[in-house]
């Protein structure tokens, strides 16, 4: 029998994922932090799973839970995976973190023939009416960072990830938003509908004809 595992507050986006991915697949995490979703998904799904993270501090923690996990760097260390050698390359609440999105998301479409992204909507409501009426950054459950104080250099909305999709001519095969809450919107809503009430989004891309195979620099 396996043991629950505590998930972060906020985090409902994990649940999410691990119901995506199909089981026995080949995962790569990418910006895994301390391997929870990676540990939930070889209990849940026997996945063979491999990680990524930056934080010497994430890797410790993974190791230490027994998951194959090495220290690297979204941005630059994905160009030296070979192509097609995952069937899934998961990218959970790190996009608005990276350095050039783009990028990672073109190398993640190299080298995974799947991949799932989620990430906090800065086109939330709640988050329009910070900036509306009061003309400071918001401070959300899932933006929990001062502006001086935060990780997040490319944020984005829904509308803005679903632009750049198209753009790197990736097919979107499904897309989630959830409220604060961590209910799905209902399902197969507009693109605006999600953008104004979705708190976070999960994607799950798949390679399209026009992606470009090599992304490297």
Same mark, same amino acid.
């Given at each position: 029998?396996?043991?629950?595992?505590?998930?972060?507050?906020?985090?409902?986006?994990?649940?999410?994922?691990?119901?995506?991915?199909?089981?026995?697949?080949?995962?790569?995490?990418?910006?895994?932090?301390d391997g929870l979703l990676l540990q939930m998904l070889e209990r849940q799904k026997q996945v063979d799973g491999r990680?990524?993270?930056?934080?010497?501090?994430?890797?410790?923690?993974?190791?230490?839970?027994g998951l194959s996990v090495i220290q690297g760097d979204a941005d630059t260390d994905l160009s030296?995976?070979?192509?097609?050698?995952? /069937?899934? %390359?998961? $990218?959970?609440?790190?996009?608005? #973190?990276?350095?050039?999105?783009?990028?990672?998301?073109?190398?993640m479409l190299?080298?995974?023939r799947r991949a799932i992204v989620s990430f906090p909507n800065f086109g939330h409501w709640r988050v329009r009416a910070e900036l509306l009426l009061r003309g400071r950054m918001p401070k959300t459950p899932n933006l929990d960072f001062?502006?001086?104080?935060?990780?997040?250099?490319?944020?984005?909305?829904?509308? /803005?990830? %679903?632009? $750049?999709?198209?753009?790197?001519? #990736?097919?979107?095969?499904r897309g989630v938003a959830l409220d604060r809450a961590g209910a799905p919107i209902r399902w197969k809503a507009p693109w605006p509908v999600m953008n104004l009430f979705g708190a976070q989004a999960i994607f799950l891309?798949?390679?399209?004809?026009?992606t470009r195979r090599d992304a490297r620099p």
């Open positions: 029998m396996t043991t629950s595992l505590k998930i972060a507050p906020g985090r409902f986006d994990l649940a999410v994922v691990a119901d995506i991915v199909e089981p026995g697949s080949r995962v790569l995490d990418v910006g895994c932090g990680g990524v993270e930056l934080s010497q501090r994430g890797v410790n923690d993974c190791v230490a839970k030296d995976y070979p192509e097609d050698g995952f /069937d899934y %390359v998961i $990218l959970s609440q790190t996009l608005q #973190a990276t350095q050039r999105p783009r990028v990672v998301l073109d190398n190299r080298i995974g001062a502006w001086y104080d935060t990780p997040n250099i490319h944020l984005c909305t829904i509308r /803005d990830f %679903v632009e $750049l999709a198209d753009e790197i001519g #990736a097919h979107i095969e891309l798949e390679r399209g004809r026009e």
